[in-house]
């Protein structure tokens, strides 16, 4: 306590003030078990989560191995789940080897800081994931920010940078508006520049290229030697964790200097054994992978059609623009009390400042689903929404 009498935090009550005058306070919303509304916020966009398969296969790893992996993924923490995940993983999309980490932020945090550092270049997007970021940040790298989906400004910048060693990072489907990257526009620039890309395919991954395999499988970029995908567990597989896949040197080092790897407890042996089963089940039903395109065009269309200015899906993820961040977390709270439940994106979480809802659909949303949505939405709309 200082001297006034003022107590250390007393800043924190202003920020917290200044985000209500703002409209941008949160809370958390228990969900309950039981929950009828319909879900149109999460991101289980295979409908995997509550699978029995998948649910069956978590409880059974649990009972099993135990509740957690009991410590870091290089002490005790790597089960022989763990691996069968990993060849699956690397299996299935293509590429040389992969490596599960606990979570997709830690998996983002872990590939860029091990592929960059102090003296190397990053160019990315201006809208990629906060974890991203925050991997950016922490490498110690020179970063150059460009214009959202602008190639031509990150090949410039390939080209006009100062360093040896340079990173492309961005993602293949923006989590805000559910927009596809250029990338192969990205790889090209960085072939011709020497340059390494990383590209975060969490809301690819399940939804796009063939049988679900990913944005990055799509582009045709899964087997090149200078790119590396991570992805996240946690949606169209509906487990927990993530992932990076790519060259077995890249997966090496990353085993050997991702500190999000080394020193974090490796994912619980639940998680990987839902994930595994998952990953399972995709392959045998590969027509999720199309349904869940499909629900997400039928939705966004339907939008459109009742007036309201809504993007066009390239995946799972559809935005639905408010008026300002008032009236989008009351729209937001009426659709919720009229059964549906929708995400609302708020600044700071939205880099163009522009309020919105976010709808994102599962491949088990039937048609009836999707019109009580456009219903509920349409009824609780706010002025000036359409």
């Known amino acids: 306590m200082t001297s006034t ?38 991101n289980d966009y295979l409908g995997l989560s509550r699978d029995k398969r998948v649910s069956g296969a978590a409880a059974a790893a649990a009972l099993r191995w135990g509740a957690g992996s009991t410590g870091s993924r290089l002490v005790t923490g790597t089960t022989e789940l763990h691996s069968e995940l990993e060849h699956a993983l690397a299996a299935f999309c293509g590429t040389q080897a992969a490596l599960v980490f606990s979570s997709g932020f830690a998996a983002n945090l872990g590939a860029i800081t091990a592929l960059s ?13 906060a974890s991203l970021i925050d991997g950016c940040r922490l490498s110690r790298a020179d970063i150059a920010v460009m214009n959202h989906n602008d190639a031509p400004a990150i090949k410039r910048a390939l080209a006009t940078r100062r360093t040896e060693h340079a990173l492309v990072v961005t993602d293949s489907v923006f989590s805000v508006d559910g927009d ?3 990338l192969g526009e990205l790889a090209e620039a960085c072939r011709e ?9 969490a809301h690819g991954f399940g939804v796009l290229g063939e049988g679900g395999r990913g944005a990055v499988h799509e582009a045709g970029l899964i087997k090149d030697p200078n790119v590396v995908t991570t992805v996240t567990l946690s949606k169209s597989l509906g487990a927990q964790g993530g992932a990076v896949l790519g060259p077995r040197r890249v997966i090496r080092h990353l085993l050997e200097t991702a500190r999000t790897f080394i020193f974090d407890t490796g994912l619980a042996p639940a ?35 009742a007036g309201f200015q809504v993007t066009v899906p390239d ?18 709270d009426d659709c919720r009390a009229a059964g549906v439940w929708v995400g609302c994106f708020r600044p ?29 939405i349409t009824r609780c709309a706010p002025r000036g929404a359409s």
């Not at 550092?117 to 994931?129: L, N």
């Not at 993820?317 to 937001?332: F, G, H, K, N, Y």
């Open 348 to 376: 700071p979480s939205v880099p163009d400042k522009v309020s919105r809802l976010r709808l994102t659909v599962r491949a088990d949303l039937t048609d009836g689903d999707v019109e009580k949505a456009v219903e509920v």
């Open 5 to 42: 009498g003022e107590q250390v935090f007393d800043w924190i009550d202003a920020r917290a003030e200044d985000r209500r005058k703002a409209g941008l306070t949160r809370q958390l919303r228990p969900r309950r078990a039981d929950s009828t509304l319909l879900d149109l916020a999460g």
């Open 193 to 201: 520049h020497n340059a390494g890309l990383v590209i975060d395919d």
């Open 271 to 305: 998680s990987a054994a839902a994930a595994l089963t998952a990953l399972t089940v995709l392959k045998e039903e590969p027509e999720r992978a199309e349904r869940v395109r499909e629900v997400a065009m039928n939705l966004s269309m339907s939008l459109k059609a």
């Open 117 to 129: 550092g102090k003296g190397s270049a990053i160019v990315t997007d201006a809208y990629i994931h």
């Open 315 to 332: 995946a799972a993820v559809i935005a639905v623009r408010a008026p300002s961040p008032e009236t989008a977390l009351a729209w937001a």
């Open 180 to 182: 596809l990257a250029p």
